[in-house]
């Protein structure tokens, strides 16, 4: 194993705007700093309007400061009341930074794969809330430890810290592992095809919304399974954040909503917005095969939160688990 070398690219902060010609007795100035969103396949998404990210910089070997910005609305990533950013958009956007900062920084080419092994967060619900603007934010990713080479992989951790301006609004955690296409290819064993049109492992018909804490019926990912507890993940593979973009097997993404509603599905009629969660992925979650999640209420550390494990299995294996925590709403 030998250390990954840093690659600092430069430009990578904001955008910089031609400077204007100067004219007659007019002193050329220095051009405007504008703000634009980092390139989509640095974070993997095929839709701008998905990249959260805005820029970042390099504080010394093992820490970075990453830009983002959430917009007051948001078409999925959305509380009932609408009067909060969802916690799992924090989820999103930490995952997001530690594809940016290993494409951008740790040398990583684009045409390689990633492994998402842990997403953890934990969210300050009041700087969560929407304001008169959108809401500007600095992560400040730290590496765990260095992240190291093997051939032509490369596995890294970061811990990271979410601030609203001078607010702590978040903090996370996240392991990555990235491997060329070629090595991919035969970890998959055939199913690397991200242009075979996706087969459902089963067909029930979806939850009803407000039992999962949904508004929309195209945003609910659950079927019942006909055993208390228990429900078959059925997505819909045209879903426009979800499935963002052509994939050979269910994000991980996809399965971090499916713990959230599958923790507001065992409390009902009572909702649980999820203001932690911690995620360990276990394997691929194939599309062509029945994914049954499971719940179940578990003691945690806050005595006044709702904390909910979830489980999903495939074929008998476990495909991920999550611990979510959560502040019950009676209303």
């Given at each position: 194993m030998t250390l990954l070398a840093f690659r600092t690219p430069a430009a990578l902060t904001t955008a910089e705007a031609p400077g204007m010609i100067p004219g007659p007795g007019r002193?050329?100035?220095?051009?405007?700093?504008?703000?634009?969103?980092v390139a989509k396949e640095y974070v993997h998404r095929a839709c701008h309007a998905e990249v959260f990210l805005t820029g970042s910089e390099q504080l010394n070997e093992t820490t970075f400061v990453v830009s983002a910005q959430w917009p007051r609305a948001h078409t999925f990533f959305s509380t009932p009341d609408g009067t909060r950013h969802d916690p799992i958009q924090a989820a999103e956007t930490i995952r997001q930074a530690g594809l940016y900062l290993a494409h951008t920084r740790f040398?990583?080419?684009?045409?390689?794969?990633?492994?998402?092994?842990?997403?953890?967060?934990?969210?300050?619900?009041?700087?969560?809330?929407?304001?008169?603007?959108?809401?500007?934010?600095?992560?400040?990713?730290r590496?765990?430890?260095?992240?190291?080479?093997?051939?032509?992989?490369?596995?890294?951790?970061?811990?990271?810290?979410?601030?609203?301006?001078?607010?702590?609004?978040?903090?996370?955690?996240?392991?990555?592992t990235?491997?060329?296409?070629?090595?991919?290819?035969?970890?998959?064993?055939?199913?690397?095809?991200?242009?075979?049109?996706?087969v459902p492992g089963t067909t029930a018909e979806p939850l009803p919304p407000a039992r999962v804490g949904r508004l929309r019926p195209c945003d609910v990912v659950l079927a019942p399974a006909g055993a208390p507890g228990t429900w078959?993940?059925?997505p819909d593979f045209w879903h426009p954040i979800l499935f963002d973009h052509a994939n050979d097997h269910i994000p991980g993404m996809v399965l971090l909503e499916a713990a959230r509603q599958a923790g507001n599905a065992l409390a009902s009629p009572v909702t649980v917005t999820p203001t932690a969660a911690a995620t360990t992925f276990h394997r691929y979650a194939e599309h062509d095969a029945p994914t049954v999640i499971t719940a179940r209420h578990t003691p945690g550390d806050d005595p006044e939160a709702l904390t909910t494990t979830v489980t999903g299995h495939q074929h008998?294996?476990?495909?991920?688990?999550?611990?979510?925590?959560?502040q019950p709403d009676h209303r």
């Open positions: 002193a050329a100035g220095p051009a405007p700093r504008l703000t634009s969103t040398g990583v080419p684009l045409d390689h794969k990633f492994m998402m092994w842990n997403l953890d967060y934990t969210t300050r619900p009041r700087q969560l809330l929407i304001g008169a603007k959108p809401t500007d934010l600095t992560i400040e990713a590496l765990v430890a260095q992240p190291r080479r093997n051939r032509a992989s490369v596995d890294f951790t970061l811990s990271t810290v979410v601030r609203r301006g001078p607010h702590l609004a978040a903090t996370g955690y996240a392991r990555f990235t491997v060329p296409d070629s090595t991919y290819r035969r970890l998959r064993r055939g199913r690397h095809d991200v242009d075979a049109l996706p078959y993940l059925t008998g294996e476990p495909i991920f688990t999550t611990v979510l925590s959560g």
